[in-house]
């Protein structure tokens, strides 16, 4: 045990077959001690607030075919504008290993934690970074998180892997060359910040492997950056683990520049949209994958559908990525969610009762998929390291690219309601993200059917004599509170303002 009190947390990552050309495929195994072992290429999961969206920890355990997981700084500082100066709970965790951040989240123990500044995809902050701090998105609003606040919480909530601060726009258009010469410079600062801060002269090893992020930025751009990250390692190999790596493009640049961080594993920050995008980074030397659309697909309620290598088939026409569940054409199957599927949600329940719970809005639904879409993915990558291993992934990865649709459907039933932390408000005019559970029965349409039932209840309760006696037109509005003045004995009894008295009772009275 080191002098801090932390559990040492040792990583290992062993390269078991390498590319024939720079930046190819590869296979490799990462070990921490106390956590599961991870061969890669492989996936983490992306957690919300700390946990897996839909997923309870002791499922993940269960259930979820994951060893790893994403969090971000963000999700845990917020600072209510009454208690401004009131730490944020998650520094205050007790933690009996030692581990506060595994503790506060009730992540297992076996599973790896990653955490990074920004949540993944990032919310594009309106006030920017400073040279000294960057902005965040948490749950009440955006704020600053300095470099040396970021490396405090680091230390103070020990994570198994850490990224370091990077100067990111997080927009969807790329940087102007003068912004991202900035991004560069600043980043490049923060990293020696970073390696004087946790592994500085007269301080004993970090046991957090550091994972430097690699811009989205050109070669060219950043390539002191890089250079300072090789001598780094070349000098002290402790000091930098792995790369996070935000360009899959740049692998090919930089395992031909600097083959002393070709040895290291990367952590792809690219979030790839469709797994024809996961086949194409892994086929550059990515290791590691954060995949947003797998809860983007259970929030819609699509149980991914697709295997490496993909089905045999003599037809030319193209297999979907998924299955919308909440279709009504699965509301009497018996089917499971997909038929090679060895998942818990496959072999206990059918696409009929998954199709229930997504119309009736019941969380179980999503928690089903999720379990289910977690598993697809854990099989989709064992099968392409069996590709890797016996030298057919290329072509079995031509066969996935012509088998399936480009993109994975939308889907067409209700989303879990979103939260505010997810987005940011785009001003006056924006139209509400949650649906409202109970709504007017307004428009044109909508009240030409009311007057139309309104007039027809009328004619009818004029010809029959009921007008007034809560019944026809008097049933579409609100019910009086006191009776017509016209109704007899009979109205008042049948409409509930008056009950008759029992015979005993009328004789009692009659001889009083």
Excluded at 35 to 62: A, C, M, Q, W, Y
Excluded at 158 to 175: E, G, Q, R, V
Excluded at 289 to 301: E, K, M, V
Excluded at 407 to 418: F, H, T
């Amino acid at each position: 045990m080191s002098s801090d009190g932390h559990e040492p947390t040792t990583m290992t990552f062993e390269l078991l077959k390498t590319a024939v050309k720079d930046g190819g495929a590869r296979l490799g195994r990462l070990a921490f001690s106390g956590r599961r072992t991870v061969d890669t290429p492989n996936f983490f999961g992306l957690t919300s607030r700390g946990v897996i969206p839909h997923v309870t920890p002791d499922n993940v355990e269960k259930h979820l075919l994951t060893n790893g997981t994403y969090m971000a700084l963000e999700d845990f500082i917020e600072r209510p504008q009454q208690y401004m100066t009131r730490s944020p709970p998650v520094y205050e965790t007790p933690s009996p290993t030692n581990k506060p951040l595994q503790s506060f989240t009730a992540m297992p123990s076996s599973i790896i934690t990653v955490l990074g500044s920004r949540r993944l995809p990032a919310v594009a902050s309106p006030m920017g970074n400073t040279n000294q701090s960057i902005s965040v998105f948490t749950s009440t609003g955006f704020q600053a998180v300095t470099t040396k606040q970021y490396i405090n919480a680091i230390q103070t909530l020990n994570p198994d892997i850490a990224i370091p601060l990077a100067d990111l726009t997080h927009k969807t258009s790329a940087p102007t060359s003068k912004r991202a010469l900035r991004m560069a410079e600043r980043t490049d600062d923060w990293i020696k910040e970073w390696f004087t801060d946790m592994c500085g002269p007269n301080k004993e090893p970090s046991r957090i492997a550091t994972f430097a992020p690699v811009l989205p930025i050109s070669y060219s751009i950043q390539w002191e950056y890089l250079e300072r990250l090789s001598e780094e390692h070349q000098s002290n190999s402790s000091v930098l683990s792995g790369l996070a790596v935000y360009d899959a493009d740049l692998i090919p640049d930089i395992s031909s520049s600097y083959q002393n961080l070709d040895s290291l594993p990367r952590l792809a920050l690219t979030t790839p949209s469709n797994p024809h995008q996961v086949l194409r980074q892994l086929s550059l030397g990515m290791d590691i994958f954060l995949l947003p659309f797998l809860s983007t697909a259970s929030d819609a309620g699509i149980a991914l559908s697709f295997t490496f290598p993909p089905p045999s088939s003599e037809s030319s026409q193209l297999l979907p990525l998924g299955i919308d569940m909440s279709s009504p054409e699965h509301a009497i199957s018996l089917q499971p969610l997909t038929e090679s599927c060895t998942c818990y949600a496959c072999t206990t329940h059918h696409r009929a009762f998954v199709q229930h719970l997504l119309c009736a809005r019941e969380m179980l639904g999503w928690t089903l998929l999720q379990i289910h879409n977690h598993a697809v993915l854990a099989a989709f990558f064992a099968s392409i390291r069996e590709a890797l291993a016996d030298g057919t992934f290329e072509e079995k990865a031509r066969q996935f690219a012509l088998r399936y649709e480009p993109e994975i459907p939308q889907g067409l039933g209700e989303r879990p309601r979103a939260r505010g932390y997810h987005f940011k408000s785009e001003g006056p005019g924006e139209q509400k993200r949650n649906k409202p559970v109970w709504s007017k029965f307004e428009g044109k349409e909508g009240q030409e059917k009311i007057e139309d039932k309104v007039t027809d209840l009328r004619i009818e309760d004029e010809q029959s004599g009921t007008l007034g006696l809560g019944s026809g037109v008097d049933s579409v509005a609100e019910t009086p509170l006191v009776p017509d003045e016209n109704a007899d004995a009979k109205d008042l009894e049948k409409r509930g303002f008056a009950e008759k008295a029992e015979e005993e009772d009328e004789k009692k009275q009659l001889t009083r």
